[in-house]
């Protein structure tokens, strides 16, 4: 029997249309454009304004919907839609539910997946197990936030670095031995007391104190937080080429989470890649974090042929990171 692998088939996007240059932070915080291209590579990125939609799901089915059109493929016949983010849009109710009502995907179960940055590279390997039980035929995976939301734009150790936007992967059932072909996805929750929000979950239900206090922004240790992407996320590429003996001429393009150019430069020396094999788009977007991996499949498609091999690698919050191994499978 020929074992189904889980292919991308399709792939989608959406940015909003606000652009929130370097030059336009200067006005809001202590910083200016050089030295933000400098830390981080960043020279712009993208806002999503009120009065073009309100939270996460709009973004999620912008890109959903702009994969399905590329696709021409009919949305009820969509098994699952699952969403990656760490902005959802409200705590109780699934965004992953509504995503799917909106776009049309009347046959499909639907939940979120909460990882921070690794989120869509986790749910790859969710996705795909799905896929490989020969249940499901059409798995929509949407790595989709809306940092605005928990962005504290008095805060220059974040708000230069973060920007919304949403990508979209279709998985089918591959019966040439292309798609996901292995993983080493890890993480340590000692992590969150580097990277996180300490306002609106459990241990800190929203109060009058909480905030005025400013608890429900996004906070970070920027030195250790890049010191443990760094590091890691060069490690587990590396270790996911040893794995599968894959050289440096075996690997067509690595697929870096964007959060910092440096960390992508690091890990692609690691990897022996030289710069022609790197995706990147940080530049425009900043870091997106769980749509950077779709939105690079989206910008760079035509540039990738059937059979090429792609390793994923992420670094989030919490802390979880990991990479993954997959094979194109369409031209």
């Not at 040439?176 to 300490?198: C, P, T, W």
């Not at 909480?210 to 920027?222: A, E, L, M, P, T």
């Not at 890691?232 to 040893?242: L, P, Q, T």
Request: proline letters at 2%; aromatic letters at 8%.
């Amino acid at each position: 029997m020929t074992k189904i692998t889980a292919a991308i088939t399709a792939v989608g996007g959406y940015v909003p249309q606000f652009v929130m240059t370097n030059q336009k932070l200067e006005e809001l915080v202590d910083t200016n454009d050089e030295w933000i291209t400098t830390r981080t590579g960043i020279k712009e990125r993208r806002v999503l304004k009120k009065e073009e939609g309100e939270g996460t799901s709009y973004l999620a089915i912008k890109a959903a919907e702009d994969l399905i059109r590329k696709k021409n493929i009919d949305p009820a016949e969509i098994d699952l839609v699952i969403v990656g983010t760490a902005t959802p849009d409200s705590l109780v109710s699934s965004t992953a539910a509504f995503v799917a009502s909106e776009i049309g995907a009347v046959n499909a179960f639907a939940y979120d997946l909460l990882a921070a940055c690794s989120s869509f590279l986790f749910g790859i390997s969710t996705a795909a197990g799905h896929i490989e039980t020969g249940r499901y035929k059409k798995v929509l995976l949407i790595g989709a936030d809306k940092m605005s939301s928990i962005i504290d734009y008095t805060d220059r150790t974040t708000c230069i670095i973060f920007g919304d936007g949403a990508g979209a992967a279709l998985f089918e059932p591959n019966m040439e031995g292309l798609g996901l072909q292995d993983e080493y996805l890890r993480a340590d929750g000692k992590g969150r007391k580097f990277l996180g929000m300490e306002g609106g979950g459990s241990l800190m239900p929203a109060t009058i104190e909480s905030v005025k206090n400013r608890k429900h922004y996004i906070f970070q240790d920027g030195k250790t937080v890049f010191k443990f992407a760094v590091s890691n996320m060069a490690d587990v590429a590396a270790k996911i080429m040893e794995r599968n003996n894959l050289t440096e001429t075996d690997v067509k393009w690595l697929v870096p989470h964007q959060a910092n150019k440096r960390i992508i430069d690091a890990t692609a020396k690691r990897m022996g890649l030289d710069d022609s094999k790197v995706m990147m788009n940080i530049q425009h977007y900043g870091n997106t974090t769980s749509a950077t991996l779709p939105l690079l499949l989206n910008d760079y498609e035509s540039q990738i042929k059937k059979g090429d091999n792609l390793v994923f690698a992420a670094f989030g919050g919490g802390f979880t990171w990991g990479s993954i191994y997959l094979k194109w499978a369409y031209n």
